[in-house]
């Protein structure tokens, strides 16, 4: 009779990570990855731009050459980039894509900074990131750009926040790692302030950020827990007394 062998072993559900792909020095395995990437962008029907003149920009363009004659142009926000060369192809707004742009490669590993890439191109242009290396060939991936996946909310869509001109200070209530306590603190110190010439904007984040998320109902914040949450009294009273310390 065959001797049989157990093996315990945690396994993992893994994601891609943008961020990790091409960190470091470029390794042979990264190489093999942006050599796979650079076959995808030649089949890409063209004309083609670069959304992004950064790091994953020029990464892309000095490890995979064969790129430079098929980018017509790189689209950049920043204007003190605007009308600059990288490896002889221009800079330019995103407003001033040309026509004849189909395919448009986004040179970005954060969700937010694609998210507004995405906003500002026409709907009629063809749009790709990095992930597109999953379904293109997932083995060619570099072993180090897989993460352990962790059930979360993100990414969720974040509106855009706004300041007013000329202020000496901005308090801001930024997301925290739980919310067992309410920013009575942020409150205070928003008191402190009202009463003392500073010109001061009070921005609180997780209302801006959150609640138009919150609102819908589907959303998921974890596998087995929906966000259809009723707060306890006790919730909304200090809740309702953090709102009033802010309008005193």
């Known amino acids: ?26 390794s042979p395995e990264q190489q093999r990855c942006l050599d796979v990437l650079a076959e995808f ?31 017509q142009c790189i689209l950049d926000d920043n204007p003190k980039l ?17 026509d004849s742009v189909r395919t448009v490669f986004l ?9 507004r890439m995405c906003e500002r191109l026409p709907d009629h242009v063809q749009v790709f990131t990095l992930d597109a290396l999953t379904k293109l060939n997932w083995q060619a991936v570099p072993n180090h ?10 990414p969720i869509n974040i509106p ?27 409150a205070y110190v928003h008191n402190a302030l009202k009463k003392s010439s500073i010109k001061c904007q009070t921005v609180d984040l997780d209302i801006i950020i959150y609640q138009p998320n919150l609102r819908n109902p589907n959303l998921i914040v974890h596998p087995q827990v929906s966000c259809r949450y009723e707060p306890p009294p006790l919730f909304l009273f200090c809740l309702a007394r953090s709102v009033a310390n802010l309008m005193v």
């Open 145 to 154: 750009a897989w993460v352990k996946d962790i059930p979360s909310i993100y």
């Open 41 to 71: 962008i030649g089949s890409c029907e063209g004309p083609l731009a670069f959304y992004g003149a950064g790091e994953l920009c020029r990464i892309i363009l000095d490890y995979a050459p064969k790129t430079r004659a098929l980018v």
């Open 107 to 115: 040179c970005a590993t954060r969700w937010r900074d694609l998210a």
């Open 1 to 26: 009779m065959g001797t049989v062998l157990t093996v315990d072993a945690d396994v993992h559900k893994l994601k891609f990570s943008r961020s990790r792909c091409f960190a470091g020095e470029i």
């Open 82 to 98: 605007h009308a600059k060369l990288v490896n002889g192809i221009p800079i330019m707004p995103s407003g001033a894509l040309p």
């Open 160 to 186: 855009e926040t706004t300041f007013k001109p000329n202020l000496d200070m901005i308090l801001l209530d930024v997301p925290a790692r739980q919310i067992a306590f309410m920013p009575n603190g942020f």
